[in-house]
């Protein structure tokens, strides 16, 4: 494939692979893959809303008037819809409100810190906070922390969830870990899913700390490449089967589904938590924005037509993740150390390359004019100690442009890795021999 006029087929010594890199840089892209935005494509999926809600009725019938303040836990329509999808929850036990779950994160985590959960201490009566991390991870939910003066703790994540055995581990040995991020479907960056066994364990693990909490975001729970059945997210039925319902604080949005920035966000869990949620919201606000609320009902109308919606993300997300796929299966296969997740859902791959490598991938792309997210940023404190690690993006671009930036990522893989064993070889012919 042609890439900034100079192919990269042939390309294997240090030399032709340096060759093609200038060849790139004298004439650079502008590919921006540094975060997981939603392509115009898919964007215009939602146009039709931004006609809605339409004209009247503004009520449902029952009372509630949309057009005025109140009904502080979200119309119960949309909850309805929304809730047992997105969190796995009845309408009784999920909020909707705001555009960004991610804003409900923080909120929940400063509750903790400010009132304590139902029956708690304030965190910051503690005199350390910590919660584990699975490592790679999503670097905004480093940051809730970080504002908090939360410590992190790393956990490894595999292919179908963290490693259980650490985090079993580390949550009934110290009392200091108070909270979990869960990502469980179609994780950022590694697109894994949690088993069912994880779930489980999740669920009904021992933990030292009484309020130990899963902050549970189901930012992906329907977004699949190919259609699925739209199964009800497990982790809060895991929980109240476990008797620990109260342990699991659940996040959602349609910030992936509609129109990112202005959809709307979902916080779910026991009737308990619900209620020491929606008392804490008396203090911040007279009531949510229902016409954004009422906007999303009318557009998705019923179950099926989330479904058909969400079916045709998918298809789109399938089309630029099908072509980094290709390029990398064809251009990754020699240097031994890189592998790649294949998810098949959510926004992210995660590249894995040779130990020392990741940063000077991230330069060579960044000269080449393709963005990556910067090294580190999946790892807690932006610090990926191997720096073998890259969340790739190619959500947002056009299907032949996420082509050629897969083509030039992998280029600069090669220049890397070729980089890197030359200096090795280097390191070994003029070192001291330690053995004579
Ligand atoms: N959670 C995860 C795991 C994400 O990847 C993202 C966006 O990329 C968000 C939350 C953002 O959610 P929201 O727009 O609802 O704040």
């Given amino acids: 494939m042609e890439v900034a006029g100079l192919s990269l087929d042939g390309c294997h010594r240090l030399d032709e692979l340096r060759a093609w890199h200038d060849a790139c840089r004298k004439a650079p892209v502008a590919f921006d893959m540094t975060r997981g935005l939603p392509s115009d ?3 215009a999926l939602s146009h039709a809303m931004l006609s809605l809600p339409g004209p009247a009725p503004f009520d449902s019938g029952d009372g509630q008037d949309w057009l005025n303040y109140g009904g502080q836990q979200g119309i119960p329509q949309l909850r309805a819809l929304l809730a047992p999808l997105l969190l796995g929850v009845p309408a009784t036990q999920a909020a909707v409100g705001g555009n960004s779950s991610l804003a409900l994160m923080h909120a929940a985590v400063g509750l903790a810190w400010r009132i304590g959960l139902p029956g708690h201490a304030p965190w910051s009566d503690a005199h350390e906070v910590r919660f584990l991390c699975p490592v790679p991870g999503y670097d905004r939910h480093f940051a809730i922390c970080s504002d908090h003066g939360i410590a992190l703790v790393p956990v490894p994540m595999g292919h179908d969830g963290p490693d259980m055995e650490r985090v079993e581990k580390h949550v009934a040995q110290d009392p200091r870990i108070r909270g979990m991020w869960c990502v ?3 994780s950022n960056p590694c697109g894994a899913t949690y088993s069912a066994e994880v779930l489980r364990r999740l669920a009904t693990m021992h933990a030292a700390a009484p309020d130990f909490t899963l902050f549970c975001d189901n930012a992906y729970a329907i977004h699949d490449f190919a259609p699925q059945a739209l199964a009800r997210p497990g982790l809060y039925d895991a929980c109240a089967t476990a008797g620990n319902p109260d342990r699991v604080l659940l996040f959602g949005s349609t910030s992936k589904m509609t129109i990112p920035g202005a959809g709307v966000a979902l916080l779910g869990g026991s009737a308990r938590i619900m209620d020491w ?17 009422v906007r999303h009902l009318r557009f998705f109308g019923n179950a099926a037509g989330v479904a058909r919606h969400m079916q045709q993300h998918g298809h789109l997300l399938q089309q630029r993740f099908a072509q980094v796929q290709r390029v990398f299966a064809q251009r990754l296969r020699t240097p031994c ?9 959510g926004y992210f791959i995660t590249l894995w390359l040779p130990t020392g490598c990741a940063r000077r991938v991230v330069s060579l792309a960044s000269q080449a004019g393709v963005r990556l997210t910067p090294a580190g940023t999946t ?8 720096d073998r690690c890259l969340r790739i993006a190619p959500s947002r671009l056009p299907v032949a442009d996420a082509a050629r930036a897969a083509e030039i990522i992998a280029g600069c893989v090669l220049l890397a890795c070729a980089d890197a064993a030359s200096v090795a070889c280097d390191t070994t012919a003029t070192a001291p021999d330690a053995h004579p």
């Fill in 41 to 43: 494509e898919q964007i």
């Fill in 184 to 186: 469980p479907r179609h």
């Fill in 277 to 293: 949620w929606l008392a804490a919201q008396r203090a911040c606000t007279i009531g949510p924005d229902k016409v954004n609320q």
């Fill in 337 to 345: 150390d890189v592998h790649w997740s294949r998810p098949a859902g």
């Fill in 379 to 386: 790892h807690c404190g932006g610090t990926d100690p191997e």
